[in-house]
């Protein structure tokens, strides 16, 4: 059994927990939880802490924390030569202190307290300082994941912006959406189907090959129509940004 401190106690760290939970090759000795020591639905509360010090021993420490606090976290640790990943899409491995060996484990995927997820289609992208530790990285992941990839600093950044794309503002545009619905009285749901099928679609299409669209069809009169209905300007704004670069760029 690999034996593993979770540090943080937020969307990911939760995630990692209850996963890790399940896994026989995967131990969780301890859970550092800055503030929120009641995580009893997840882990009994013996193994939780919130003081640096009290931290026990371990094969791997992951710290699960916002980007701008890793360095912070990592500076805090009170021991030396282990192994300690952080869990960013963006932040460098450099970002970690030196006094221990550094790594990286991102799980590209989207995580919301409230929403079980199934890992073992997710891809883990890891990354280590020293070659030696990427066995006991790589058995951690292979315990949840069956899309374990070694990914340098540069490859994952592209990967995250990627995401940001695919996922962040896809869902912002379903923000936009519902609003646009609720407006007019119209319900979401009637456009949910719509929304699976695009998901769906480019699981055999390319993007480019799966558009449609007034923008797609470059139709004048039917986009001029649109921005004159949208009385939003935030929402008219980002209607003319994508409309041109699908014109522009296929
Ligand atoms: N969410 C995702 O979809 C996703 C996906 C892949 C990777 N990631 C990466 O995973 C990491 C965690 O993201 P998240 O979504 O889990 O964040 P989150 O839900 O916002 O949780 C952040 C955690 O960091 C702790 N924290 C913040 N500042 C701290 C400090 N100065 N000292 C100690 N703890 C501190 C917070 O503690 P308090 O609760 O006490 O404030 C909280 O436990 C980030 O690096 C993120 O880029 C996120």
Do not use: W
Not at 162 to 187: P, Q
Request: proline residues 3%.
């Amino acid at each position: 059994m690999i034996s593993v401190v979770i540090i943080g106690s937020g969307n990911v760290a939760q995630h990692l927990i209850r996963i890790f939970n399940q896994s026989n090759s995967v131990n969780i000795v301890q859970v550092f939880s800055r503030k929120d020591m009641n995580m009893d639905f997840l882990i009994d509360s013996s193994k939780v802490t919130n003081q640096y010090r009290d931290l026990v021993a371990a094969d791997l420490y992951i710290i699960a924390v916002s980007d701008n606090a890793i360095a912070e976290v990592s500076n805090q640790l009170p021991f030396k030569n282990r192994l300690v990943v952080h869990t960013s899409g963006s932040m460098s491995i450099d970002v970690l202190n030196n006094n221990n060996r550094k790594g990286v484990f991102y799980p590209l995927q989207t995580f919301s307290k409230n929403k079980n997820i199934d890992l073992k289609q997710t891809p883990i992208c890891l990354e280590v300082q020293h070659n030696s530790d990427y066995n006991v990285l790589e058995t951690v992941a292979q315990s949840i994941s069956e899309k374990v990839v070694p990914i340098n600093s540069t490859q994952r950044k592209a990967l995250h912006v990627s995401a940001v794309f695919a996922c962040n503002f896809v869902n912002h545009l379903y923000k936009i959406t519902n609003d646009i619905c609720n407006d007019n009285n119209v319900a979401f749901d009637m456009i949910k189907p719509l929304i699976m099928e695009t998901a769906q679609k480019i699981m055999t299409l390319s993007p480019t090959a799966a558009q449609t669209g007034p923008a797609k069809r470059q139709n004048t009169a039917v986009i001029n129509s649109h921005l004159t209905f949208l009385l939003d300007e935030n929402q008219k704004e980002i209607y003319k940004i994508l409309t041109k670069s699908i014109i522009d760029n296929g």
